[in-house]
């Protein structure tokens, strides 16, 4: 039999790859010359096959192994591997300290340089930084307004927005935009608008008071999903990237003293739009996780997120480039 080139397993666009997964409990490995995951029943041992061809993410939960040859066929693939606590949260990489985001990148090959040296043409300018920072939040706005305003959403009964008052925080937001001088203040005003964001959500799904945890702290329902949803979209936000060629390091608004600041940037583009709403709907609804993760990537793959990602880094790094010369 013929061996599949690498080239082969990049034929379908990242984009447009339909699965990522969370596995826990469970050993991947390769059998037969493909990449599996065996789970265990009595005496019984049970293999699934993972179609890397046609997959973005792989996050290892507890209770995982997986093998050199198996992420041998992951890079080939162009597959990025995350290990994760339970429930997909917080994310740990392979190595002994914890950091917030950390992924690792399939590097079996070079990456195109194109949209690197855009962006690093301007990166190092802070005024172009906070440019390409407002940039990112007027396509989040904008997807703020498709998602939660769309067609789809309001025929979910359960998440009936107040569009006035949703159309009235947007627009505070996008008007006040060019009145930011640094980060710290377009920093203080995106904490504002996601504030109000939270606010509107559980008014409309009648949660009742709702504070946002940090770092993972939360013990409700709205905020342990909203903690593996984000996971899920800083995911998304690592495969742009890695298909533009772009460091995680070099980030516009989030982080900069942080490796992983630039996924959260991009992260940033479709969470409010896509996770926060499904966030509050799943928690109403009494849902597990395993439920409100697929309802996560039903949204993310319905509305073209890593399309909207990747398109947004092209745009901001070609346009802010071409401003530099």
């Given at each position: 039999?013929?061996?599949?080139?690498?080239?082969?397993?990049?034929?379908?666009?990242?984009?447009?790859?339909?699965?990522?997964?969370?596995?826990?409990?469970?050993?991947?490995?390769?059998?037969?010359?493909?990449?599996?995951?065996?789970?265990?029943?009595?005496?019984?041992?049970?293999?699934?096959?993972?179609?890397?061809?046609?997959?973005?993410?792989?996050?290892?939960?507890?209770?995982?192994?997986?093998?050199?040859?198996?992420?041998?066929?992951?890079?080939?693939?162009?597959?990025?591997?995350?290990?994760?606590?339970?429930?997909?949260?917080?994310?740990?990489?392979?190595?002994?300290?914890?950091?917030?985001?950390?992924?690792?990148?399939?590097?079996?090959?070079?990456?195109?340089?194109?949209?690197?040296?855009?962006?690093?043409?301007?990166?190092?300018?802070?005024?172009?930084?906070?440019?390409?920072?407002?940039?990112?939040q007027r396509i989040r706005i904008n997807q703020i307004r498709q998602s939660w305003?769309?067609?789809?959403?309001?025929?979910?009964?359960?998440?009936?927005?107040?569009?006035?008052?949703?159309?009235?925080?947007?627009?505070?937001?996008?008007?006040?935009?060019?009145?930011?001088?640094?980060?710290?203040?377009?920093?203080?005003?995106?904490?504002?608008?996601?504030?109000?964001?939270?606010?509107?959500?559980?008014?409309?799904?009648?949660?009742?008071?709702?504070?946002?945890?940090?770092?993972?702290?939360?013990?409700?329902?709205?905020?342990?999903?909203?903690?593996?949803?984000?996971?899920?979209?800083?995911?998304?936000?690592?495969?742009?990237?890695?298909?533009?060629?772009?460091?995680?390091?070099?980030?516009?608004?989030?982080?900069?003293?942080?490796?992983?600041?630039?996924?959260?940037?991009?992260?940033?583009?479709?969470?409010?739009?896509?996770?926060?709403?499904?966030?509050?709907?799943?928690?109403?609804?009494?849902?597990?996780?395993?439920?409100?993760?697929?309802r996560c990537l039903v949204s993310m793959q319905t509305s073209d997120a890593l399309?909207?990602?990747?398109?947004?880094?092209?745009?901001?790094?070609?346009?802010?480039?071409?401003?530099?010369?």
């Open positions: 039999m013929e061996a599949i080139g690498s080239s082969d397993l990049k034929t379908i666009l990242h984009s447009k790859r339909s699965n990522i997964y969370y596995l826990q409990y469970c050993r991947v490995l390769v059998n037969g010359g493909r990449v599996e995951y065996v789970t265990d029943e009595g005496k019984r041992s049970l293999y699934w096959n993972i179609p890397i061809a046609n997959t973005t993410v792989v996050m290892l939960g507890t209770g995982t192994s997986v093998t050199q040859a198996a992420m041998r066929e992951f890079a080939r693939a162009g597959v990025l591997v995350g290990f994760c606590g339970g429930g997909g949260t917080p994310l740990y990489a392979a190595n002994e300290v914890e950091v917030n985001v950390s992924w690792l990148s399939p590097q079996s090959e070079y990456r195109p340089t194109e949209y690197l040296q855009h962006w690093v043409s301007f990166w190092f300018d802070e005024s172009q930084r906070l440019a390409a920072a407002i940039a990112f305003t769309g067609s789809k959403m309001q025929r979910e009964d359960k998440f009936a927005v107040d569009v006035p008052r949703l159309t009235g925080i947007l627009d505070r937001f996008e008007q006040s935009l060019e009145g930011c001088k640094n980060n710290t203040d377009l920093l203080a005003l995106e904490a504002v608008m996601t504030k109000a964001l939270y606010k509107l959500a559980a008014n409309t799904v009648n949660y009742g008071d709702f504070t946002r945890a940090k770092r993972g702290g939360g013990v409700d329902r709205a905020n342990r999903f909203l903690d593996h949803g984000n996971y899920l979209a800083y995911g998304l936000a690592a495969v742009a990237c890695w298909v533009l060629g772009l460091p995680h390091g070099l980030s516009v608004l989030h982080g900069k003293t942080r490796r992983g600041g630039l996924v959260f940037d991009v992260a940033d583009l479709v969470k409010d739009a896509l996770i926060l709403p499904q966030a509050f709907i799943a928690a109403m609804a009494g849902e597990e996780e395993q439920e409100f993760r697929q399309d909207t990602m990747i398109v947004a880094l092209e745009n901001v790094a070609q346009q802010l480039s071409r401003a530099e010369k």
